[in-house]
């Protein structure tokens, strides 16, 4: 069964800086592309982040460039630095594999709640 894990989220003032990180479990995600979604409430699951499979390519919503950065390790974590946050960044955070474009798979983890207070 594959399963996605993301951690990290948490509640932290305007313009403070969290990391988050996606582990995946029952299959290996070491060549596909993963990308970060975001869902707040009352509105739909967007896209913020995503990563090639060899890391060498990265794309990002116009709403967190500069803010944030996509990253992962040897051991395929996928990360999401989140830098100079904004109370409109609160939402719940997910990982999922995804297209550098922004279209993700049906896998879907829990998520982590990300809280940013003004």
């Known amino acids: 069964q594959v399963q996605l894990v993301e951690l990290g989220g948490g509640l932290v003032q305007a313009g403070g800086s969290l990391r988050l990180s996606c582990a995946g479990s029952?299959?290996?995600?070491?060549?596909?592309?993963m990308g970060w979604f975001r869902q707040a409430p009352g509105k739909e699951r967007e896209f913020v982040a995503a990563i090639s499979w060899g890391g060498s390519s990265t794309n990002y919503a116009d709403s967190v460039k500069g803010r944030f950065t996509i990253s992962r390790d040897a051991k395929n974590t996928v990360y999401l630095q989140m830098n100079s946050l904004k109370p409109e960044d609160t939402a719940v955070y997910y990982c999922?594999?995804?297209?550098?474009?922004?279209?993700?798979?049906?896998?879907w983890g829990q998520g982590t709640q990300v809280t940013v207070s003004s």
């Open positions: 999922t594999p995804s297209s550098l474009n922004g279209s993700p798979s049906d896998y």
């Open positions: 029952g299959r290996t995600f070491s060549r596909t592309n």
